[in-house]
């Protein structure tokens, strides 16, 4: 199995993820993504959009603020129980969350190791909020970084329904950013401070028939999405939560997990959130046939952008004899396509690359590189996972013919260049 270091190193080696602030020393729990880990979180988000919004005639899109009045978190139970438990280590004061075993346990060990024994303080409920202040006059107005993306979605439901055709059952879909001051940030960008969300609110009738069909449609649509990006069935596994450890919200709540370096390990939920959110907002739907009011039911979809891009990465990479390669999904994968004249010393093999990659560019991003011999510039694609590489040769220039080289198979074929566009988008599906 790939270890998270070979990931972290490659991650900075090839400008996918850096530490946030670096040359600072850095700030625990946020991360910067590079040119290559930019594109590749982009057309994760981008594949999700298509697939929950742009592909479905039952959902619509969202983009809320990221602060809100805070009355919407007191509402919404957060600001009371959007905790988890907090334990100190009674020799280092390090603090640590009671409900991670493993990471006591560790802890434990390396005073063991010193011939100390461990003793902890009660747990206490640590509040994941961050506070902001605002406005220009004392006492300036505390307000939250949100915790989850979700809210905004609730609190605009009365204004989408009024303003687009909506009908039950319907979703809201969203993208961004939330923000939880974790007790203990780690495993890379698994458990941040910031971090993105992609979330679909999906509407119901309030009725145990209807919710668990829904449950039951999402959870296998968010798994089926993920293994048609790449990923194998087998590294992915639901588990349920137990009573005590499910959200305050949630009905019911089953976890996707992955088959991380450090252990089956979360990355989207699927909660049955029952009215508690519309009711708390005191927001209810009227049906335009029968005029009944009731509040609606929701069926929650929330994935980590941050955790899928790395299990993305865990899972593409491979170590052959000669060669690194990002296996990605190429609908995935932060370029398309790298031009390479053969020689970069020949004017008319460089003018006509240069040619071939500004039409290539009016489709998808492309690499360019005339560095070195065509054997490292490959390498060097196959580390960020570009799917095919054209080299613009001597016998281009007598038959406008390129040679295109697969990532996976290292197999060459020629390719005319007028048909060099439609060649990739086809294989890419999107022709
Ligand atoms: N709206 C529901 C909600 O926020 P959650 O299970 O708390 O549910 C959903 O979070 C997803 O957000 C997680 O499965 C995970 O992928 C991502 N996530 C949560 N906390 C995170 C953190 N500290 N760092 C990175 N991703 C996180």
């Known amino acids: 199995m790939t270890s998270l270091d070979e990931i972290v190193a490659l991650c900075k080696r090839r400008g996918f993820i850096y530490p946030g602030s670096d040359i600072y020393g850095g700030i625990t729990g946020f991360w910067d993504y590079g040119p290559m880990g930019v594109?590749?979180?982009?057309?994760?988000?981008?594949?999700?959009?298509?697939?929950m919004v742009q592909s479905r005639r039952d959902v619509v899109g969202l983009d809320a603020a990221i602060i809100m009045n805070p009355d919407v978190w007191t509402a919404s139970g957060h600001t009371k129980a959007f905790a988890d438990p907090l334990v100190e280590c009674k020799i280092c004061n390090q603090r640590f969350r009671s409900d991670k075993p493993q990471e006591l346990r560790a802890h434990e060990e390396t005073h063991a190791n010193k011939g100390e024994k461990v003793s902890w303080t009660e747990p206490k409920q640590f509040n994941l909020l961050t506070e902001v202040l605002l406005g220009v006059t004392e006492p300036k107005l505390t307000a939250y970084?949100?915790?989850?993306?979700?809210?905004?979605?609730f609190v605009n439901f009365a204004n989408v329904v009024a303003s687009s055709r909506v009908k039950l059952p319907f979703g809201i879909a969203q993208i961004g950013k939330a923000f939880r001051n974790e007790i203990t940030p780690g495993n890379f960008t698994f458990r941040s401070r910031e971090f993105e969300q992609m979330e679909l609110e999906f509407f119901v009738k309030p009725s145990d028939a209807e919710a668990d069909k829904w449950f039951d449609y999402w959870m296998e649509e968010r798994k089926k999405w993920y293994v048609s990006?790449?990923?194998?069935?087998?590294?992915?596994?639901?588990?349920?939560?137990?009573?005590n450890e499910r959200a305050h919200y949630a009905r019911k709540a089953f976890d996707i997990e992955y088959n991380s370096p450090f252990g089956w390990s979360e990355f989207e939920g699927i909660h049955h959130r029952g009215d508690w959110d519309l009711s708390r907002h005191k927001l209810t739907y009227k049906d335009p046939q029968t005029n009944e009011e009731f509040t609606p039911w929701v069926i929650e979809t929330s994935g980590g952008v941050d955790r899928a891009t790395l299990f993305f990465l865990l899972e593409a990479y491979r170590k052959e004899e000669k060669r690194i390669v990002l296996g990605l999904h190429p609908k995935l994968a932060p370029m398309k396509v790298a031009v390479?004249?053969?020689?970069?010393?020949?004017?008319?093999?460089?003018?006509?690359?240069?040619?071939?990659?500004?039409?290539?560019?009016?489709?998808?991003m492309v690499a360019?590189?005339?560095r070195g011999n065509i054997g490292k510039r490959y390498l060097a694609q196959d580390e960020i996972g570009t799917p095919w590489c054209v080299t613009v040769d001597y016998a281009t220039l007598e038959d406008d013919s390129v040679t295109v080289r697969d990532r996976d198979t290292t197999k060459q074929e020629r390719v005319k260049v007028t048909e060099l566009s439609g060649y990739f988008q086809k294989l890419l599906g999107i022709l």
């Open 229 to 243: 990006l790449g990923i194998k069935a087998e590294n992915l596994k639901f588990r349920k939560h137990e009573d």
């Open 145 to 153: 970084l949100r915790g989850e993306i979700t809210q905004g979605v």
């Open 368 to 370: 360019w590189d005339e």
């Open 340 to 364: 390479f004249p053969l020689v970069a010393n020949k004017p008319e093999l460089v003018d006509k690359a240069k040619t071939i990659y500004e039409e290539l560019t009016k489709y998808f």
């Open 39 to 51: 594109e590749l979180k982009r057309n994760l988000k981008n594949e999700w959009w298509r697939t």
